[in-house]
Nanobody
Framework: LQLVESGGGLVQPGGSLRLSCVAS????????IAWFRQAPGKEREGVSC????????YYTDSVKGRFTISRDNAKTTVYLQMNSLKPEDTAVYYC??????????????????WGKGTLVTVSS
């Protein structure tokens, strides 16, 4: 079972990035996939979740209207499209598997597997 993130990088304020989380070893239909981020010196923060099965999506207030979570038709990859990026979005972004779909998705304790992360830096 593996989760592998990619797509991070350096972007200017106002720019966009798309992160990918490739899942292997399990079916996305029976779990949630959440994106977390951790900025230097700050606590880890759950920002979005996509529920397996019905595809419901959830966002924390700080990213609503700017970030979009989605999955591919093959249901092996979950994306996080990030638009209108701000310097405060700078963090390492992780995807994680929620063992009870997106229940309590902002809590790391609700996740059972994690990727290694990808760094997003928003700076001019």
């Amino acid at each position: 079972l593996q989760l592998v993130e990619s797509g991070g990088g350096l972007v200017q304020p106002g720019g966009s990035l798309r992160l990918s989380c490739v899942a292997s070893g399990f079916s996305l239909d029976y779990f949630g996939i959440a994106w977390f981020r951790q900025a230097p010196g700050k606590e880890r923060e759950g920002v979005s979740c996509l529920r397996g099965g019905d595809g419901s999506t959830y966002y924390t207030d700080s990213v609503k209207g700017r970030f979009t979570i989605s999955r591919d038709n093959a249901k092996t990859t979950v994306y996080l499209q990030m638009n209108s990026l701000k310097p405060e979005d700078t963090a390492v972004y992780y995807c994680a598997r929620g063992f009870n779909y997106c229940s309590a998705y902002t809590q790391g304790s609700a996740m059972d597997y994690w990727g290694k992360g990808t760094l997003v830096t928003v700076s001019s």
